[in-house]
């Protein structure tokens, strides 16, 4: 692997809930290379938005903890001061794009200035120039220049989210994090917005972490997969490695669950639904959905297992096989 851009180290996130403490990020580890993209997978609830908005410093306000390392470039994300990541990091070095973006312009300012504001707020640029660099951008994300007079709801949802796209590359971000970007959009567009990122990646060297509920969507822009069951990494590797040899019984239901358009056999659902985290089951998480479970599944928690090169499994059966 390049130098990475971004590692994590232990990542923990709980919220402060009625019910008590609810770990959503429990002990996650990763790095991500320069121009490299990971796509970070698995069902709601499973902490994806927890770790990019820990990323970002943007979790809400009624977190109960927030423990770990994360290096962004060797910079510690967490520990530098609210003044240093804003000043240097937030949307400059890392941007985001958030789940339900589309729905968070301002509905009475034009998309064009809304893109631009960033620059003239935090980048010093003049009024000519934001304009200037925001029209650029929307070429980028290939909207016609006019797009810059229209407001919000002149705008399609596949519009809205290259918009949002062009507003989080403002000031140059080398990593991206997209959290359910396509979610909203029909499939064309979708497979539009795909091959966008592709560009970007390819163009601009930009690293990339995608969040989705949708394995398939993911690996095509992807080079690693990352699944996340309850709070935790069940299986990360190169993206070719985890489609092709799953080799987690909830990575392996997960795929399984994809609508196929050259099989006969429908869909399969994974059985049950995800733990309450504030009472996770005990051992390893996944037990009583796994259709694998053996006697020690539910007494002891398994470490992520090396079932082949930069290719982990927090299963128990990879410890058996050869
Ligand atoms: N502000 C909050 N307060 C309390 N619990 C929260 C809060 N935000 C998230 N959670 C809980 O933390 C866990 C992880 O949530 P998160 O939003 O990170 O999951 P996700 O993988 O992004 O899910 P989705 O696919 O639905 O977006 C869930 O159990 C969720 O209910
Ligand atoms: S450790 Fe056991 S319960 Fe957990 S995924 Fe593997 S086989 Fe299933
Ligand atoms: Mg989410």
């Not at 609810?22 to 991500?32: C, K, N």
């Not at 589309?102 to 009024?127: C, H, M, T, W, Y």
Request: charged share 25%; proline share 8%; hydrophobic share 45%.
């Amino acid at each position: 692997m390049n130098q990475p851009i971004l590692s994590v180290s232990d990542l923990r996130v709980s919220y402060r809930t009625q019910g008590g403490l609810l770990p959503a990020l429990d002990g996650v580890s990763f790095s991500l290379a320069q121009g490299e993209a990971l796509g970070l997978v698995g069902e709601s609830g499973a902490g994806k938005s927890s770790m990019a908005l820990a990323l970002m410093r943007l979790l809400p306000r009624n977190v109960g903890l927030l423990d770990g390392r994360a290096e962004l470039e060797g910079r510690d994300l967490l520990g530098m001061s609210d003044e240093a990541f804003r000043r240097d990091v937030r949307w400059r070095k890392m941007a985001m794009v958030f789940q339900g973006a589309q729905e968070a312009f301002n509905p009475v300012l034009r998309v064009g200035d809304q893109i631009a504001e960033p620059l003239l707020v935090l980048g010093g640029a003049s009024k000519g120039e934001a304009r200037r660099e925001a029209v650029r951008l929307l070429e980028v994300v290939r909207l016609p220049a006019e797009v810059y007079q229209r407001y919000p709801h002149e705008l399609s949802g596949g519009m809205k989210q290259r918009a949002v796209m062009a507003m989080a590359l403002v000031l140059k971000p080398q990593l991206l994090l997209l959290d359910e970007p396509t979610s909203a959009l029909d499939v064309t567009v979708q497979a539009q917005i795909m091959d966008q990122l592709k560009e970007l990646k390819r163009d601009m060297g930009l690293s990339i972490i995608f969040i989705t509920h949708d394995v398939a969507i993911a690996s095509d822009l992807c080079d690693r997969l990352a699944v996340m069951y309850a709070g935790k990494l069940a299986e990360v590797g190169p993206a070719d490695a985890v489609l092709l040899r799953p080799q987690h019984p909830y990575t392996r239901l997960l795929l399984a669950s994809l609508p196929r358009l050259h099989q006969d056999a429908p869909p399969q659902f994974i059985p049950g639904s995800p733990p309450d985290l504030r009472a996770p089951p005990s051992g390893c998480r996944f037990h009583p959905r796994c259709p694998q479970a053996f006697a020690r599944c539910p007494l002891e928690e398994p470490g992520l297992i090396q079932v082949g090169e930069g290719h982990d499994s927090r299963c128990w059966l990879a410890e058996v096989r050869p």
